[in-house]
């Protein structure tokens, strides 16, 4: 082992192996206090070791919550099923309207790097939409 690995309390810590030292009378009281808290809770070593041994042993009676049934016929669509948007209609619509929907919708883009959808005005530098930051 090479010395200039190990820390410094290894060459500046004297260990005697010959010489134990007794336990005082005040940390034999404090280590039976709390074996006995131990043993209250369950939770001693020698209590641990026989809960080891019943382990696997007991069985507990979980519910079952599989679905059987359906309550809602399921769809692979986005949305929620209940709004429907503009363009579903767009046929009811006169030819004027549909003509000023298509415009917006054309204008619906990310106007700043890694940023949502909006609406970009018709004085938007349509040649910088999408590299700029919102920040400036």
């Not at 883009?109 to 530098?125: C, E, H, I, M, V």
Request: net charge positive; with cysteine.
């Amino acid at each position: 082992m090479s010395m200039h690995l190990v820390g410094p309390y290894l060459t500046t810590t004297k260990y005697n192996s010959k010489i134990k030292k007794s336990k005082s009378a005040r940390a034999v009281t404090a280590a039976a206090k709390h074996d006995e808290w131990l043993r209250a809770r369950g939770l001693h070593p020698e209590q641990r070791n026989l809960q080891r041994a019943y382990r696997g042993k007991h069985q507990n009676d979980i519910p079952d919550y599989t679905v059987t049934r359906h309550s809602a016929e399921l769809s692979n669509g986005i949305g929620n099923g209940f709004k429907k948007g503009i363009m579903a209609n767009l046929h009811k619509e006169s030819p004027e309207v549909q003509q000023a929907i298509m415009d917006k919708a054309s204008r619906c883009l990310p106007l700043y790097n890694k940023g949502g959808y909006q609406y970009a005005t018709p004085d938007t530098d349509m040649t910088m939409t999408g590299s700029k930051s919102r920040r400036g």
